[in-house]
């Protein structure tokens, strides 16, 4: 009876390594982007948002994914709330708006890694809710690659 053994070296671990991160990057985007129709789901209380109402402005490309710059505007809207469906957790930022505020337009800078959706909701004055999405295609990822 023969018993083989398998000696890891450097080169065999990073390779190994390369393989499950390439695995987790094509088999994990469809569940992060679920994460994100979870947390919309929670926002919303179930109800469904409608397209369209408000705008998203976000570039079609960013060569730089470290700050990508993303305005919203939602005339009528008490509440907007930005999700990037790529991240592990999608909920970027919340902007509430109080009774006296001239303008319904939030504007900030995110941090994107990879390609994907920036999805915009808006809690309206009558408690409805409506949505907007922009993809943005990032040349450089926003983490160090």
């Known amino acids: 009876m023969t018993t083989h ?3 890891f070296n450097r080169r065999s671990i990073l390779s190994l390594g390369g393989c499950a991160l390439a695995m987790t990057a094509v088999v994990g985007t469809p569940a992060l982007a679920s994460l994100t129709d979870d947390a919309i789901a929670a926002l919303t209380g179930g109800a469904g948002a409608v397209e369209g109402g408000i705008s998203i402005t976000a570039p079609e ?3 730089n994914g470290n700050t990508v710059p993303v305005e919203i505007n939602a005339p009528g809207a008490v509440a907007i709330t930005l999700f990037a469906d790529g991240n592990p957790t999608p909920s970027v930022a919340t ?3 109080g009774a006296l505020s001239a303008s319904r337009t939030a504007s900030t800078r995110i941090r994107l890694s990879t390609t994907q959706n920036v999805v915009a909701v808006a809690e309206m004055a009558d408690g409805s809710f409506q949505m907007a ?4 295609k990032v040349t450089i990822g926003g983490c160090g690659g």
Request: aromatic share 16%; charged share 30%.
């Open 95 to 97: 902007f509430k708006f």
């Open 5 to 7: 053994t398998r000696q």
């Open 133 to 136: 999405k922009a993809n943005v």
């Open 61 to 63: 490309i960013a060569e």
